[in-house]
């Protein structure tokens, strides 16, 4: 049990007190709030875009999901259940999803699955 000056102390704001709901960390301390921004800033309209790629001087296929408006955490969890549908590596990277391979439509019905709105983009 921690002791409050009770005078001649600094003096708490009632902000300093609070835990966010969603980390349990302080206030102060809680990222969510710029995590979200940074989803929402690069979800640009909330439907995420399927795209594929051809990556690299090997020129191999790779399938790109981009726009989908999640938290890095979040997004990494879902890029991991993506590879194990599709049975294929890839990378959860700066807001961008990547499966080896050509699995455009494999991976827009899996989001749509879970929720997400998600569609075919380019090649
Ligand atoms: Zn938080």
Same mark, same amino acid.
Do not use: F, W
């Given at each position: ?28 301390d809680c990222?969510?709030?710029?995590? *979200?921004?940074? @989803?929402?800033?690069? #979800?640009? +309209? =909330?439907?995420?875009? $399927? ?5 690299? !001087? ?12 999640l ?7 879902l890029?991991?259940r993506?590879?194990? *549908?599709?049975? @294929?590596?890839?990378? #959860?990277? +700066? =807001?961008?999803?990547? $499966?080896?391979g050509?699995?455009?439509? !494999? ?9 997400h709105?998600a569609?075919?983009?380019?090649g």
């Amino acid at each position: 049990m921690r002791k409050q000056p009770t005078s001649g102390g600094l003096v708490y704001s009632t902000d300093s007190g609070r835990t966010c709901p969603a980390c349990r960390q302080a206030q102060a301390d809680c990222r969510c709030k710029a995590l *979200a921004a940074a @989803a929402t800033r690069a #979800a640009g +309209d =909330g439907i995420a875009r $399927v795209t594929r790629e051809k990556q690299g !001087r090997g020129g191999k296929t790779v399938t790109v999901v981009r726009g989908l408006p999640l938290a890095a955490e979040a997004l990494a969890d879902l890029g991991k259940r993506l590879r194990n *549908a599709c049975g @294929a590596g890839g990378t #959860a990277k +700066d =807001g961008v999803l990547e $499966v080896q391979g050509d699995h455009a439509d !494999r991976v827009v019905a899996l989001l749509l699955a879970e929720g997400h709105k998600a569609k075919r983009a380019g090649g």
